[in-house]
């Protein structure tokens, strides 16, 4: 059964400050791997997604990196800024439908 | 191009009752997901629909059940309301069926229930 670790739970920086971010999973036979960004109460927005032949992805101020072998993901946000805070989380797609497993989430605080 | 609909937004409802959910996909994706949210279990996976056809099918019990119109549009209900119901349900479209691939999942603001 594939389980998915964000570590930490949360975390606050200071602006300015560059954002690493975790996440583990079990089963290394992943399809691909996402990444997503929720706001309070809100839903879920997409930011970046590795296939499992990436290696790394970039979006602007995101890069995410994918080492299917040791089960891991990064994701970096450079610079940090206040409208950054928010609940990140990594889910990862097997071979067979569109059924996501999430991990628990970091909620970043970025302090002005 | 509009987004992923979900109505409704907020609802309370009580113990033993039933709710139906709706969530319309951004327009020309087939594939219907469904996820509860909730403090203590994180996201977790409900089921899957594509073509009108249930393709996944998470860990919950028969009291939660999904369809697909041939528009695409789904409904999932949740008879015989239990306190531990009481979270945010989520439904995700993607422009892919099951298989492998780029899946990109785009996701509705959810619809938040409260069971008293």
């Known amino acids: 059964k594939q389980e998915v670790t964000q570590i930490p739970a949360a975390l606050s920086v200071p602006e300015g400050e560059n954002l690493v971010l975790n996440c583990s999973f079990t089963?290394?036979?992943?399809?691909?791997l996402q990444w997503f960004r929720q706001d309070p109460g809100k839903g879920l927005t997409s930011l970046l997604l590795?296939?499992?032949?990436?290696r790394e992805q970039t979006s602007g101020r995101l890069n995410a990196s994918l080492d299917k072998s040791s089960g891991r993901s990064t994701l970096y946000i450079a610079a940090s800024q206040p409208g950054d805070s928010a609940t990140y989380l990594c889910?990862?797609?097997?071979?067979?439908?569109?059924?996501?497993?999430f991990g628990g989430g970091t909620r970043v605080l970025v302090k002005p | 191009k509009a987004g992923v609909t979900q109505t409704p937004r907020y609802l309370i409802k009580t113990r033993g009752q039933q709710v139906t959910l709706s969530c319309s996909p951004i327009?020309?994706?087939?594939?219907v997901s469904w996820y509860q949210q909730t403090p203590g279990q994180g996201l977790q996976f409900l089921f899957e629909?594509?073509?009108?056809?249930?393709?996944n099918k998470g860990n919950f019990p028969g009291r939660f059940s999904g369809r697909q119109f041939s528009n695409s549009r789904s409904e999932m209900n949740v008879s015989t309301l239990e306190l531990g119901d009481s979270a945010l349900y989520l439904c995700?479209?993607?422009?892919?069926?099951?298989?492998?691939?780029?899946?990109?999942?785009?996701f509705g603001a959810g619809s938040r229930l409260t069971v008293l």
């Open positions: 889910a990862v797609i097997k071979a067979a439908g569109n059924k996501l497993t």
């Open positions: 995700a479209s993607s422009s892919r069926g099951p298989g492998p691939g780029a899946n990109v999942l785009t």
């Open positions: 327009s020309g994706h087939r594939s």
């Open positions: 629909y594509f073509s009108e056809t249930q393709r």
């Open positions: 089963d290394s036979a992943i399809y691909n």
């Open positions: 590795i296939q499992s032949s990436q």
